[in-house]
């Protein structure tokens, strides 16, 4: 097994969608990923795009010096879609001889990338042209070893997509559980649930200074507090919130947030922080789902103040009704949230092991090159 020329197992291919059949604009991004373009194409002539089907590459010469990453996506969807005449369509010339996923898995490599840097041109938009392209030169081995590499990485990629979907269902049924709530007889305002808590770092021990985001998440924060007082700067605790006041008019959102961690932290003095009065009652991660739910971000825009922080004052902030059901149903929901959020990073995990083997194993096919060298 040699290195060959991969312009010797290629060619492009050039379909245009003139009679408008196909709709779905894709473009492909840095990840090797297909996406929706976000282009404007409302007065675009969508006749002149390139169709690609299943099997085939999408390939896009620019800026691979500038992202030092060969922008190469293969098409596996059995529905045909469009992407810009920029782009070039790229089909294999004989899979008996190379793998379409064989190759997507060479080019998957870190190493292929930072090759294709290597080898871009000078150029303002530091691009890979399509004749350089093709004498990038890969190890093609006997095609009955390409298809074990092929399906021993299909088959991680399969197992974890199986897990992935299984996600779906446990969302579902979170947020139907939640969404019937709606129909309670229990709600209660929150005044009645919450109370606020003002706990000053008084003596500066804590320093871990956090911001709440859009999506309802802690960040840590970006302010520059080289000379800041920090004993000014509000302490949140384990199962309390932090919340602000502004911008929810603007934002669309009502920037709450519940604070899980074992440390305490500190926060804006222009934030609020309140806790759950009675655990019994309530629990903090229930609350904090209603929370999470976009009906209650559009009631909150809706009742929001109309100054120029569009703000949804403490005040008005706990006229809201919440329904709170039996406090068995609510560890119920909960549960089943965790067990979802827990999931998921395990997904984002599997991911994550899953994705560093392409070159794992294409380094095996690149060592078995070294040793018939070696052998021969």
């Known amino acids: 097994m040699i290195y060959n020329h991969i312009g010797n197992y290629i060619h492009l291919v050039d379909n245009r969608n003139k009679d408008l059949a196909v709709t779905n604009l894709l473009g492909i991004n840095i990840t090797k990923n297909f996406m929706p373009s976000v282009a404007n194409t409302s007065e675009t ?22 992202d030092e ?7 596996a969807e059995d529905k045909p879609a469009i992407i810009s005449p920029a782009y070039l369509v ?16 060479w080019f998957q490599r870190p190493e292929s990338d930072r090759y294709g840097w290597f080898i871009s041109d000078s150029s303002v938009r530091a691009s890979l042209e399509w004749e350089r392209f093709c004498e990038i030169q890969i190890p093609i081995p006997d095609i009955d070893e390409q ?14 997509k199986t897990y992935e979907n299984s996600l779906v269902d446990l969302q579902l049924i979170c947020n139907s559980s939640m969404d019937k709530l ?44 080289g000379e800041t007082d920090l004993s000014k700067y509000k302490i949140v605790q384990k199962e309390q919130f932090a919340y602000s006041a502004m911008q929810v008019g603007r934002d669309e959102t009502v920037r709450v947030v519940l604070y899980s961690f074992d440390e305490p932290a500190i926060i804006s003095p222009a934030y609020l922080v309140f806790e759950v009065i009675d655990k ?45 059901p039996d406090i068995k149903i609510q560890e119920a929901i909960v549960t089943i949230y965790y067990t979802l959020e827990t999931r998921k990073r395990i997904n984002e995990q599997l991911k994550n092991t ?23």
């Open 182 to 225: 709606k129909n309670i007889d229990n709600h209660q305002l929150l005044s009645e649930l919450v109370q606020l808590v003002d706990n000053r770092n008084n003596n500066n021990t804590i320093t871990n200074l956090l911001g709440i985001n859009v999506d309802k998440v802690f960040m840590t924060s970006k302010a520059n507090v």
């Open 45 to 66: 002539d969508l006749s002149k795009y390139k169709i690609i089907q299943k099997g085939q590459f999408a390939y896009s010469a620019m800026q691979v010096g500038r």
């Open 69 to 75: 990453t060969i922008r190469l996506a293969f098409y």
């Open 90 to 105: 790229i089909e294999v010339n004989d899979e008996n001889e190379l793998l379409p996923d064989y190759m997507m898995m």
């Open 280 to 324: 019994k009652v309530v629990l903090p991660e229930f609350l904090m789902l209603w929370f999470y739910r976009p009906e209650f971000n559009r009631y909150g825009w809706f009742i929001s103040d109309s100054s120029v922080r569009a703000s949804l004052e403490w005040e008005r902030f706990k006229e809201i009704k919440i329904p709170i």
């Open 354 to 376: 899953i994705k560093p083997l392409c070159p794992v194993l294409m380094r095996g096919v690149v060592e078995s090159i070294e040793l018939e060298k070696v052998e021969d």
């Open 147 to 160: 298809r074990k590499f092929v399906a021993l990485y299909k088959g991680l990629l399969t197992n974890q």
